[in-house]
């Protein structure tokens, strides 16, 4: 299972899968399309020509479930509007880091909208 993830914002050169192609490519120990598969079996792909993101649903060390991010590129205000339902929990890593970071998800949504 892949479980570390990496988050990019801003999708303005080509479309965001021809961006996050390049990425894989160069940054990651697994392809782009080995990810695909992965979240397409067993989580959630959202592609856009502006926005990617491949998510899943984890369940936190207190057995509560959190949606989790493996990869996003694009608007983060449209990619959590196209998340399928509401999980008080989000999960990512940074900048490449192993450690899995929690959040609130309402207070996440907040934050970000306070700054578009």
């Known amino acids: 299972m892949i479980t570390d993830c990496i988050i990019i914002r801003n999708a ?6 021809s961006q996050a192609e390049a990425w894989y490519q160069e940054n ?3 392809s782009l399309e080995q990810d695909l598969e992965e979240y397409h079996r067993n989580g959630f792909v959202i592609t856009r020509p502006t926005s ?3 998510f899943k649903i984890i369940l936190l060390n ?3 479930p959190s949606w989790f991010v493996r ?3 694009g608007d983060r205000s449209e990619l959590i509007s196209l998340i399928p339902c509401f ?3 989000i999960c990512f890593c940074r900048h490449g880091q192993l450690n899995i970071r929690e959040y ?3 207070q996440l949504m907040k934050k970000w909208s306070k700054r578009f």
């Not at 303005?12 to 899968?17: D, E, I, P, V």
């Open 28 to 30: 990651s120990p697994v």
């Open 104 to 106: 609130d998800m309402e």
């Open 87 to 89: 999980l008080p929990k």
């Open 71 to 73: 990869f996003a590129l």
């Open 12 to 17: 303005t050169k080509g479309s965001a899968y």
């Open 52 to 54: 990617i993101a491949l």
């Open 62 to 64: 207190d057995g509560s």
